[in-house]
């Protein structure tokens, strides 16, 4: 039988866990000065080395030519959408992609889910396993309290179709609940933002869901392991 959800207040602030750092150059985690061996995309993704090898092709080659350019318009929509959640005013240096932009912080989503202070760009930890992990956003909802996490996916095409990124949110989901700063959340509600050109789609999914398979990829990540 499934908990309660968690109703919170509306004035919830989010902690950060102390002396867990982020080195956005080298997109490592630190805790109490050491670093953190395993990141939620290495759990999520496994052996996966398309990014990788891709870029390690030719300046020039189609492939990490098309790679480059979709990494950088996620990289500009995510700080764009990142200024958004904290209140503030999106760079300028996002104007190129203001279809992408636009539609998603103009859409009535935004009236009925708030960004929680503090659960903007959250890096979280899971000490018995050392992994670290940063989400997007923790959304409150204005009418029940409930609380959900979302993550922004930028793709290229309006038509694009959605792909599985349950693990991913769930992994943000167990994360949170392995440090006393972020334990008992209670979040039930998960949202993966599809951020098109001229369209966002807004995709709920049941965080139980997203969190059952977090484990089995984890459970997948160590067994591949080498065991030495």
Not at 103 to 129: A, H, M, Q, T
Not at 155 to 178: E, T
Request: charged letters at 25%; aromatic letters at 12%.
């Amino acid at each position: 039988m499934k908990n309660p959800p968690v109703v919170h207040p509306f004035d919830l602030t989010i902690q950060e866990i102390p002396c867990l750092e982020f080195f956005e150059d080298i997109h490592k985690y630190r805790y109490k000065g050491e670093w953190v061996p395993y990141s939620m995309t290495q759990v999520c993704k496994g052996n996966d080395s398309f990014f990788k090898n891709t870029l390690q092709l030719p300046e020039d080659h189609p492939e990490r030519v098309k790679l480059q350019k979709a990494l950088h318009r996620g990289t500009t929509v995510h700080s764009a959408l990142e200024a958004f959640n904290r209140g503030q005013l999106v760079p300028d240096e996002t104007s190129d992609y203001q279809d992408w932009i636009t539609p998603c912080i103009n859409d009535v989503f935004w009236e009925r889910w708030k960004p929680v202070p503090g659960g903007i760009e959250l890096s979280l930890y899971d000490p018995r396993f050392k992994i670290a992990g940063k989400l997007d956003v923790i959304l409150q909802n204005q009418e029940t309290g409930l609380l959900a996490l979302a993550d922004y996916k930028t793709q290229g095409k309006r038509d694009a179709p959605p792909y599985n990124i349950r693990s991913q949110l769930g992994g943000y989901c167990n994360l949170a609940d392995q440090m006393p700063e972020t334990r008992g959340l209670g979040i039930s509600q998960c949202f993966a933002i599809w951020v098109r050109p001229g369209k966002t789609e807004f995709q709920p999914i049941d965080a139980e869901s997203c969190i059952t398979e977090y484990l089995a990829s984890r459970k997948l990540f160590f067994n591949s392991l080498p065991d030495f």
